[in-house]
């Protein structure tokens, strides 16, 4: 089985530190703060992802071949969040994701955009709102190229080439799933 190329994961991934290495000068010159909020590796669609990995198939000869060599990545996808203060009870949201390959799937590098404010209803309490969304991170499966002899050669769907399904109908169970794209978060906190 053969894979088809995807290239151009360094170079998203470049771009969107670039535009956050640019956010971040703009922040400084404008006298803003700009805070770290999170960071971490790993992600739902990096969970199942990797849970395309499980089972495999057996050849003709009975060897047995697994498919997770080919879910198993290097870089799993990294999440970096980030606050730039504007004023007091403002902030603009932003953060980005490195996105994550291997032989058979891609995450797409992200970018996250959003806004924090706060208000105060009495001194001891404050109402919080923030508002996020998320651009690209979507998860894609790889065909392979399989040979199945004299009836030819398929582009099919890795982990249901051995199936009883015909090799052209495994092509649309391939995995594409998009990552939770608005986020709204609402708290209210009250002190006595």
Known sequence: ???RSNIGVGFCAAALLSGALLLA???TAQEWTTSLVDIHQGSPLSD???GLGNGGYELQSGSWVSFNHWYSANWVDMHVDLLTQIT???G?????????QAEKYRIEPS????FLTQ???????TLSLS?????????TEKPCEADYGDLGTYSVNCRLAAGVTAPEETLKYLVSAKPETMHLWLNYRLTF
């Open 111 to 114: 970018l996250k955009l959003g």
């Open 119 to 125: 208000i105060h209803p009495n001194p001891n309490s």
């Open 48 to 50: 199942k992802a990797r």
């Open 92 to 100: 603009i949201l932003w953060g980005f994701g490195t996105g994550e």
């Open 88 to 90: 007091p009870d403002t």
């Open 25 to 27: 000068s703009a922040a």
């Open 1 to 3: 089985m053969r894979e």
């Open 131 to 139: 508002v996020t969304s998320t651009i690209g991170g979507g998860l």
